[in-house]
Nanobody, 124 residues
Framework: QVQLVESGGGLVKPGGSLRISCTAL?????????MGWFRQAPGKERDFVAA????????DYIDSVKGRFTITRDIPKNTAYLQMNSLTTEDTAVYYC????????????????WGQGTQVTVSS
């Protein structure tokens, strides 16, 4: 079992920025797993946000966050980051970190491991 530990969620005003992090605690995931984020807003389905492959060079984003969100990873630290800029109230959701042996994909079933989620609230 791979444990994913998320951090960095919180309350931010519209137009503001926030960075959330996800660390995989198992050494065997280092440099081997794609990592990413899904999010779920109240009353809505869980949606793909972004993913990055093991090398850090290949990424994928949902259209609504392109140009505003950036996913990166620090391989030695086994940590993925999601930098979120120009946030809107539509970005309010619980953000879930994921990891898996897949290439970056928006298909939730392709990811083997899920974090507990971190709340991001965008409100004035």
């Amino acid at each position: 079992q791979v444990q994913l530990v998320e951090s960095g969620g919180g309350l931010v005003k519209p137009g503001g920025s926030l960075r959330i992090s996800c660390t995989a605690l198992e050494e065997r995931t280092k440099g081997a797993y794609t990592m990413g984020w899904f999010r779920q807003a109240p009353g809505k389905e869980r949606d793909f946000v972004a993913a990055i492959d093991w090398s850090g060079f290949n990424t994928d984003y949902i259209d609504s966050v392109k140009g505003r969100f950036t996913i990166t990873r620090d391989i030695p630290k086994n940590t993925a980051y999601l930098q979120m800029n120009s946030l809107t109230t539509e970005d309010t959701a619980v953000y879930y970190c994921v990891a898996g042996t897949t290439t970056p994909t928006n298909v939730a079933a392709r990811y083997d491991y899920w974090g507990q989620g971190t709340q991001v609230t965008v409100s004035s």
